[in-house]
């Protein structure tokens, strides 16, 4: 009962960095936050036309580090992609 209650404690606090670095990147992602379970959809718009584009699917159960640095790897993909979209490429969480 200790590793499910450890691994619910970490996928909410997991949720808590998604939902901030959604907000971060609001002008390139779009989602619906999870009524329940550990994944979600992720969509990621094309800022000239603000039309969907890529989509990805995070699940957010595991190890917080690694979640984290998961994150980190969005926020330079979408700085990499937009550089100019002014909110990616943030560092940290």
Known sequence: MR???RRAAEARRNLAHLTERVARHSGLVDWTPPAGGLCCLLGIREPATAQ???AARPGF???EADFRAG???????LGQRWPSSGRAGDQGV
């Open 52 to 54: 969907n584009g890529t």
């Open 71 to 77: 994150l980190e790897h969005l926020s330079q993909f």
């Open 3 to 5: 590793l499910v209650g």
């Open 61 to 63: 159960g595991g190890p």
